[in-house]
């Protein structure tokens, strides 16, 4: 399994190993960027679900035109230009002092991100031929992605760098060295096959094809639905915990977020080998399960002692676990070669999940309490694990009309 790796080049690497390093340090202040917005601006938990809500929103919508022009003008150029984006945008939330300015900030960080991101998963794949290096590369990215998550914010609370807005400084000197690393590798390095696909495909075509594949689009209505569940472990868990008046807030939400990273991390590898025979769409389907199991633990287990979250927070990791590796390789394996970068960008459409988590969740805390929200998320995970058999079900039925 692992002697794919071997075949990583330098580009797998600079994404893989940049993705580490950008989370790390991340994750010593997004997802305190809640508490942030409570004490220095005052904004309940409903107004805060706005503000994150609202600031990301047009970078989602963004990132799918950018999946199309990555297909069109090369990703290596897209992820170059989001990368400075990043830098700016990194250095306002850093020095802002009127919540207008951060507003801006992240706004312009959501930009950055989805230039970034998607582009970086396709060109990863462009790099090599062989399946199992695709996957395997795929698999690593999220491995180091969750080594930097787990250990930003614990980490961070000991050097007394979490939750601090100047920690934004140092994320953007961060971008610094991985644009000018990035400059120098795509210089030297190509892809195996362009990551063109020429101008005859406009837009509006490449939107007619998405449409036409129905498994596809059940695909990303369910991973939609799955990130606005899923998106509670950010600003919802967090000013769950506020709410609830827990002790030492900080510490024990960095704890949760450490367990939710270090259980990937440990088991990730296990899981692959143990389902690799398993169809993809089926091990999301288990993912889901498990998220709601752990949603359901949240809403019936006491916020002390502190064991019994933590224990909510390892089932929800182990479907975290086969989860979100899992979705990168669903929409590798449905896109066809010349449209991978449209698909990659059609499938960051769920990330709106991911937008409207926030005023969802800071809806339902707001108006009903922890325990409503929690089993309203349980309950999407579970309608998410009936739209991903369905689609399995249609594009096991379109391939078999197909070979008719």
């Keep these: 399994m692992f002697a794919a790796v071997r075949h990583f080049n330098k580009t797998i690497w600079l ?3 940049a993705t580490f390093a950008s989370r790390f340090v991340l994750f010593m202040v997004w997802p305190f960027l809640a508490i942030l917005l409570h004490q220095k601006f005052g904004l309940n938990e409903f107004q805060i679900g706005i503000f994150l809500a609202g600031s990301a929103a047009v970078g989602v919508f963004f990132g799918f035109y950018v ?8 990703r290596r150029k897209i992820i170059l230009a989001g990368l400075a984006i990043n830098i700016i945008s990194m250095f306002i939330l850093g020095v802002a002092d009127h919540l207008w300015w951060l507003f801006a900030g992240t706004v ?35 491995f180091f992605l969750n080594i930097g998550a787990a250990t930003g914010p614990l980490l961070g609370t000991f050097a007394g760098a979490t939750g601090q807005q100047s920690t934004f400084l140092i994320v953007s000197g961060l971008y610094v060295v991985y644009f000018v690393i990035a400059a120098i ?7 195996i096959k362009r990551t063109k696909a020429g101008t005859a495909m406009r837009f509006g075509d490449a939107l007619g094809v998405l449409r036409k594949d129905q498994a596809f689009m059940l695909f990303v209505a369910a991973t939609l639905i799955s990130h606005i569940a899923y998106g509670q472990i950010d600003a919802g868990l967090v000013q769950y915990l506020r709410q609830e008046s827990v002790l030492n807030l900080t510490t ?52 002390s002692p502190t ?45 709106m999940g991911f937008v409207t988590a926030p ?5 339902l805390l707001h108006q009903f309490g922890g325990f409503t929200m929690w089993m309203v998320m349980a309950g999407l995970a579970v309608s998410v694990a009936g739209l991903y058999g369905l689609a399995a079900n249609v594009r096991t039925n379109t391939k078999t009309q197909a070979q008719h």
Excluded: C
């Design 15 to 17: 994404i893989i190993l």
């Design 307 to 351: 064991y019994w979250l933590i224990g909510a927070m390892f089932v929800l990791s182990i479907g975290e676990t086969i989860l979100f590796p899992t979705l990168n390789i669903i929409i590798d394996r449905m896109a066809p070669e010349h449209l991978k970068g449209s698909y990659v960008g059609a499938a960051s459409l769920a990330s």
């Design 67 to 74: 999946g199309f022009l990555s297909d069109i003008i090369g």
């Design 359 to 363: 005023v969802v969740g800071g809806f």
């Design 252 to 303: 024990l939400y960095a704890t949760l977020i450490f367990v939710n990273g270090a259980t990937i991390i440990i088991f990730q590898f296990a899981f692959l080998k143990l389902l690799e025979n398993v169809r993809p769409l089926v091990r999301a389907m288990a993912g889901v399960v498990l998220f709601a199991l752990g949603f359901l633990g949240f809403a019936f287990v006491p916020t």
């Design 108 to 142: 312009i960080q959501s930009f950055g991100r989805g230039m970034v991101e998607s582009p970086g998963r396709a060109l990863m794949t462009d790099m090599v031929e062989d399946r199992q290096v695709k996957d395997m590369a795929l698999h690593m990215r999220y």
């Design 185 to 191: 590798i795509f210089r030297v390095e190509r892809p």
